[in-house]
């Protein structure tokens, strides 16, 4: 901050305002009311927050709670906040704010030009590079988190085959399978998409009443959480013995992947890993992938910073956590999408989900 000339920082969305404070609540998803935290240069962070938040926020390490009694939709904090901004950074200050890709501003567009008029002089700029260069890297306790859920939902999927079969719907597969991560002991299941069929494109959609028949694919993809932590893999599965076609699509994402892990090392780039990964895709035959990427970012987030594409070249330093996610389409309108979760260690890439069978395992 002090590099950057910035006198405090300006964080509003859930995972900024947890990774610096420890404030962790579903509360979010109520969009009544928003949330600050400003970060000063020195010292700890100060929570200008909603009065109904007072009592959890008073149970992280942040001393300095300043709150309002919202909703209060005439003046939503702002001025409690734009005197707090300015008490830090003086009438002419800088001010940081994530503004760049991956980030969000969560309050009103009419709060935000309030909140400008307030400052007078003072200007906000963009403080991304900041919190992603923080977010990027984790800590051994943020690691041991992810770890813990990677196991959950890995021994979740290998006990998979026992849950699900030939004439059961969509919807009840999806619901045996969430049944079982929070049994085996994930905090939540914010995330679980997948599909069914002899070939699919679409791997992003909720579960309908379609029955699973023999001679169809599943694939489950699961973000579920422990201790506000995400795992992000998934896992195929083929009902009877898989169309040719559709097991050399998953041998090809198969072997696409341990090319990856190969080149996920620190010094190289994600677009180093995204060129290895790639160069087996086009080899096998890809005619395309609609994911726009083959991994990213992990963490408190189900998709985080950085992302493995031909131009992002984000150094990989020792630390981070990434999922790699070769998608490969072998036939028009279907798609096989494989995904692992891994740390970034001084040697490369340790595996923290369970690597998935080298052949499309049968169920049936």
């Given at each position: 901050m002090a590099q950057a000339g910035v006198a405090c920082l300006l964080v509003c969305t859930e995972p900024e305002v947890r990774y610096f404070t420890g404030f962790h609540t579903p509360f979010w998803q109520s969009p009544t009311r928003p949330w600050f935290t400003v970060i000063p240069t020195e010292g700890k962070p100060i929570a200008v927050i909603p009065g109904i938040g007072e009592s959890a926020m008073s149970g992280t390490w942040v001393d300095d709670i300043r709150t309002w009694p919202a909703p209060q939709p005439e003046d939503e904090g702002v001025t409690?906040?734009?005197?707090?901004?300015?008490?830090?950074?003086?009438?002419?200050?800088?001010?940081?704010?994530?503004?760049?890709?991956?980030?969000h501003l969560r309050m009103p567009l009419s709060d935000y030009e309030m909140l400008q008029r307030h400052l007078g002089d003072a200007t906000l700029v963009d403080a991304t590079n900041i919190v992603r260069s923080l977010?990027?890297?984790?800590?051994?306790?943020?690691?041991?988190?992810?770890t813990h859920i990677c196991r959950i939902v890995s021994e979740s999927f290998a006990v998979l085959p026992e849950l699900v079969g030939i004439g059961m719907s969509e919807r009840d597969a999806?619901?045996?399978?969430?049944?079982?991560?929070?049994?085996?002991?994930a905090d939540d299941v914010p995330y679980l998409v997948g599909a069914s069929g002899p070939g699919?494109?679409?791997?992003?959609?909720?579960?309908?009443?379609?029955?699973?028949e023999r001679g169809d694919?599943?694939?489950?993809?699961?973000?579920?959480?422990?201790?506000?932590?995400?795992?992000?893999?998934?896992?195929?599965?083929?009902?009877?013995?898989?169309?040719?076609?559709?097991?050399?699509?998953?041998?090809?994402?198969?072997?696409?992947?341990?090319?990856?892990?190969?080149s996920m090392r620190p010094g190289a780039t994600t677009s180093d890993v995204w060129a290895a990964t790639a160069e087996v895709l086009t080899d096998g035959g890809s005619l395309g992938n609609s994911v726009g990427?083959?991994?990213?970012?992990?963490?408190?987030?189900?998709?985080?910073?950085?992302?493995?594409?031909?131009?992002?070249?984000?150094?990989?330093?020792?630390?981070?956590v990434l999922t790699l996610e070769p998608g490969?389409?072998?036939?028009p309108g279907k798609l096989m999408l494989h995904e692992e979760n891994v740390v970034i260690r001084e040697d490369g890439a340790h595996l923290l989900s369970w690597r998935a069978e080298r052949e499309l395992p049968v169920i049936g």
């Amino acid at each position: 901050m002090a590099q950057a000339g910035v006198a405090c920082l300006l964080v509003c969305t859930e995972p900024e305002v947890r990774y610096f404070t420890g404030f962790h609540t579903p509360f979010w998803q109520s969009p009544t009311r928003p949330w600050f935290t400003v970060i000063p240069t020195e010292g700890k962070p100060i929570a200008v927050i909603p009065g109904i938040g007072e009592s959890a926020m008073s149970g992280t390490w942040v001393d300095d709670i300043r709150t309002w009694p919202a909703p209060q939709p005439e003046d939503e904090g702002v001025t409690l906040l734009a005197s707090t901004l300015l008490d830090l950074a003086g009438p002419a200050g800088r001010i940081g704010l994530p503004m760049a890709a991956e980030t969000h501003l969560r309050m009103p567009l009419s709060d935000y030009e309030m909140l400008q008029r307030h400052l007078g002089d003072a200007t906000l700029v963009d403080a991304t590079n900041i919190v992603r260069s923080l977010r990027m890297v984790k800590s051994e306790a943020e690691i041991a988190n992810i770890t813990h859920i990677c196991r959950i939902v890995s021994e979740s999927f290998a006990v998979l085959p026992e849950l699900v079969g030939i004439g059961m719907s969509e919807r009840d597969a999806f619901k045996a399978f969430k049944i079982e991560l929070l049994r085996r002991g994930a905090d939540d299941v914010p995330y679980l998409v997948g599909a069914s069929g002899p070939g699919f494109s679409d791997v992003i959609k909720q579960p309908t009443d379609r029955v699973i028949e023999r001679g169809d694919l599943l694939m489950f993809d699961t973000g579920s959480t422990y201790a506000g932590y995400f795992s992000d893999f998934d896992r195929n599965y083929s009902f009877g013995e898989p169309d040719p076609g559709a097991a050399q699509a998953y041998r090809t994402v198969w072997e696409a992947t341990e090319a990856g892990l190969a080149s996920m090392r620190p010094g190289a780039t994600t677009s180093d890993v995204w060129a290895a990964t790639a160069e087996v895709l086009t080899d096998g035959g890809s005619l395309g992938n609609s994911v726009g990427r083959l991994g990213h970012g992990l963490g408190m987030q189900v998709t985080e910073w950085p992302s493995n594409t031909a131009g992002d070249a984000t150094e990989i330093v020792e630390g981070m956590v990434l999922t790699l996610e070769p998608g490969f389409t072998w036939e028009p309108g279907k798609l096989m999408l494989h995904e692992e979760n891994v740390v970034i260690r001084e040697d490369g890439a340790h595996l923290l989900s369970w690597r998935a069978e080298r052949e499309l395992p049968v169920i049936g």
